[in-house]
């Protein structure tokens, strides 16, 4: 088991299988109140000194660091690699993440609201109940299992939410928004192929040109979202609530959706 594997090896492994697995099955392996999980072993001042010291020519790197709790808000991480990282209930709101690498980061409840991740990389990691509200995602690669987050005008413009086929040793590896709150959000162009929506709320919603075949939408709340290009290839849409959409006759493949019986048409 990935609790006799030392340090971040174990972390990582345990944060990959959680994408694979349920939440509610992960969880079950995981003390979140030990110092491993609510801990900071840095302070706000010692992660500026090491940018500061880093300079624009080097690249910041925290894999497995303890940052949970801190108040991290408004700083410049850029580039940052913070694979492996706690970074639970920490305050990121306002942070400039652009390029950033999160890979089988924890971030559990952490406030990324108005926070920049354009391009930024979040493969495997944990962010369920994440704030990031008005957050910029745009071009991102997002394989995180986002449970029960907030997204509420978010921007993920040309991101990839979509299933890793290639890797597959321990699991599905794809973004999951379960009952995640995704009203007002962009989602123009964006890779949703295989995605996990299941009960998410999708008001107001643009996507124009994304790709939710084979996407898992049951029990989701499609209102007033515009699918204009949207491509429903073997969709589940099984009591999906599907309300005032608008374009839906300029979507691909609507037809060829799965459970269309079931669809909930308001």
Request: no cysteine; proline share 1%; net charge negative.
């Given at each position: 088991?990935?609790?006799?594997?030392p340090?971040?090896?174990?972390w990582?492994?345990?944060?990959?299988?959680?994408?694979?697995?349920?939440?509610?099955?992960?969880?079950?392996?995981?003390?979140?109140?030990s110092?491993?999980?609510?801990?900071?072993?840095?302070?706000?001042?010692?992660?500026?000194?090491e940018?500061?010291?880093?300079?624009?020519?080097?690249?910041?790197?925290?894999?497995?660091?303890?940052?949970s709790?801190?108040?991290l808000?408004?700083?410049?991480?850029?580039?940052?690699?913070?694979?492996?990282?706690?970074?639970?209930?920490?305050?990121?709101?306002?942070?400039?993440?652009?390029g950033?690498?999160?890979?089988?980061?924890?971030?559990?409840?952490?406030?990324?609201?108005?926070?920049?991740?354009?391009?930024?990389?979040?493969?495997?990691?944990?962010?369920?109940?994440?704030?990031?509200?008005g957050?910029?995602?745009?071009?991102?690669?997002?394989?995180?299992?986002?449970?029960?987050?907030?997204?509420?005008?978010?921007?993920?413009?040309?991101?990839?939410l979509?299933?890793d086929?290639?890797?597959?040793?321990?699991?599905?590896?794809?973004?999951?928004?379960?009952?995640?709150?995704?009203?007002?959000?962009?989602?123009?162009?964006?890779?949703?192929?295989?995605?996990?929506?299941?009960?998410?709320?999708?008001?107001?919603?643009?996507?124009?040109?994304a790709?939710?075949?084979?996407?898992?939408?049951?029990?989701a709340?499609?209102?007033?979202v515009v699918?204009?290009?949207?491509d429903?290839?073997?969709?589940?849409?099984?009591?999906?609530?599907?309300?005032?959409?608008?374009g839906?006759?300029?979507?691909?493949?609507?037809?060829?959706?799965?459970?269309?019986?079931?669809?909930?048409?308001?």
């Amino acid at each position: 088991m990935a609790r006799h594997i030392p340090g971040v090896i174990a972390w990582a492994m345990l944060g990959l299988a959680a994408v694979g697995a349920t939440a509610e099955d992960m969880m079950q392996h995981v003390d979140l109140t030990s110092p491993e999980m609510t801990s900071a072993e840095m302070t706000r001042a010692d992660l500026e000194a090491e940018i500061a010291k880093a300079g624009s020519s080097e690249r910041v790197d925290l894999t497995g660091k303890k940052l949970s709790g801190l108040d991290l808000s408004g700083l410049d991480l850029s580039h940052i690699v913070l694979r492996a990282a706690r970074l639970n209930r920490t305050k990121l709101a306002g942070v400039k993440l652009d390029g950033a690498v999160l890979d089988q980061a924890w971030a559990l409840e952490a406030d990324l609201s108005r926070a920049s991740l354009k391009g930024a990389s979040l493969f495997a990691a944990q962010m369920q109940r994440a704030r990031i509200d008005g957050a910029d995602l745009s071009h991102a690669r997002i394989a995180a299992d986002l449970s029960g987050a907030s997204l509420a005008g978010a921007s993920l413009t040309g991101a990839d939410l979509g299933a890793d086929m290639k890797n597959q040793s321990m699991g599905l590896m794809r973004a999951v928004l379960r009952s995640a709150n995704l009203d007002g959000a962009i989602m123009r162009d964006a890779n949703l192929s295989r995605a996990d929506l299941e009960f998410a709320s999708l008001r107001n919603v643009d996507l124009t040109n994304a790709s939710l075949a084979g996407a898992a939408l049951g029990g989701a709340t499609l209102f007033r979202v515009v699918l204009i290009g949207t491509d429903f290839l073997g969709a589940d849409l099984a009591s999906t609530r599907l309300i005032a959409p608008i374009g839906l006759e300029a979507a691909k493949n609507f037809d060829k959706a799965r459970n269309l019986d079931r669809l909930l048409r308001e």
